[in-house]
Structures are given as C-alpha cells and as structure tokens.
T-cell receptor, first 109, second 115 residues
C-alpha cells in the first residue's frame, strides 16, 4: 500500500468546514483512498472512499486531485462530536488497510 | 442495533496465562479482522479471515492465534500474554465480493490488561 502523510493535528471551529489534507504521492492507479476516523475509546468508523472522482456522502466530501497524489476530506459543518483521529489510507483492497498516524482533529466551540 | 460485538470490553489476565477474546457479528459479512492498537498508536492488522481462509500478517507474533468456527463468530487467542501485549483489540468485519469492496465495520474493542 502507498504511504500517506497527514498533519499530526489541527483545530477547527464548531460550525465551520474542516479540511483535512492527505498526501499519497506514490499511490498506484488501482489504489483507493479511504478515510476512517476514531473517536476516543471507540473503534474506527468508515467515512468515505474514492478512486479518481470526488465523492460525497452524508458525512463528508472527498476531493482527489487529478494526479491522485493528494486528497482532502471535507467535513462541511464540524461539530464537537467530530473531534477524533482521522486516518487517510491508500489501499488496493479494503481488506488490507494499513493505518498511519492520522490527524487529531479538535473541534472547538 | 449492535452489529459487531466484542466481549468482554475489559479483560485482565496474568502474565503467561492464556486468554481468549471474542467477537460476533450480525451483519453476515464474509471477512473478519483482528487489529491490535497500543496506547497512542494506530490500529495494526494482526490477521483476517476471508470466509474460512485464515490470512496472517507477516509480523504477527506466533503467540497470537485465531479461530472462526462459523460466519458470525471469531476468536483471538493469546497463548502466553506478555506485558507488551496490553492493548486494545479491535474486531472488524466487511463484505467483499469479487472486485467490489465495502467498508470495514469495527466493534468497540476489548481493552486487555496484563498483570
């Protein structure tokens, strides 16, 4: 799996959009970009994934650059409950997820 | 509404005493995984079952074993726990069919303490 690089932490104001960057410059053509998050003392939770096109679901939007070397997860209206560690994972198959250090996102009131 | 259930949530065992952690699912997914997550670290895949096929990660210690007697249940056995095995153990499931892969659903985890 391609290595991903994320900032170790970021703060976000409640009600504002949170934009979480991820670099995956060595991603191969058949590797997907997955995002999971882990709220304290809980198991990780799937957020979204994509290959080439931008994706949106009820939780977030995923913007993947045209060269696929980076992506951004957007939480449109962050709430306090979105405080968590966010993991960006590049993987050929979902069943070989390799979690990196992730980004600790703190949403502040 | 529980989908991936792990019991117990907290387990204390003695150094060297075998321990078994349990996971069950109501999703009827064909893949089940075990991850180890040590304090302040990311989850690390130990192994997974694709139906009945067991797939061990190369760096998973021999001390860790797993059993999947049926679709719904999967067990993690630690034969001789050491202090370094204290961690959160996460079970996850997913449905994988041909070229389509779906997200993993995680249980709440079992926190293992070794005394």
């Amino acid at each position: 799996d391609a290595k991903t690089t994320q900032p170790p932490s970021m703060d976000c104001a409640e009600g504002r959009a949170a934009n979480l960057p991820c670099n995956h410059s060595t991603i191969s053509g058949n590797e997907y970009v997955y995002w999971y998050r882990q709220i304290h003392s809980q198991g990780p939770q799937y957020i979204i994934h994509g290959l080439k096109n931008n994706e949106t679901n009820e939780m977030a939007s995923l913007i993947i650059t045209e060269d696929r070397k980076s992506s951004t997860l957007i939480l449109p209206h962050a709430t306090l409950r979105d405080t968590a560690v966010y993991y960006c994972i590049a993987s050929f198959r979902d069943y070989k997820l390799s979690f990196g250090a992730g980004t600790t996102v703190t949403v502040r009131a | 509404d529980a989908m991936v259930i792990q019991n117990p949530r907290y387990q204390v065992t003695q150094f060297g005493k075998p321990v078994t952690l349990s996971c069950s699912q109501t999703l009827n997914h064909n893949v089940m995984y075990w991850y180890q997550q040590k304090s302040s670290q990311a989850p690390k895949l130990l192994f997974h079952y694709y139906d009945k096929d067991f797939n061990n990660e190369a760096d998973t210690p021999d001390n860790f074993q797993s059993r999947r007697p049926n679709t719904s249940f999967c067990f993690l056995d630690i034969r001789s726990p050491g202090l370094g095995d204290a961690a959160m153990y996460l079970c996850a499931t997913s449905e994988t069919s041909g070229l389509l892969d779906y997200e993993q659903y995680f249980g709440p985890g079992t926190r293992l303490t070794v005394t």
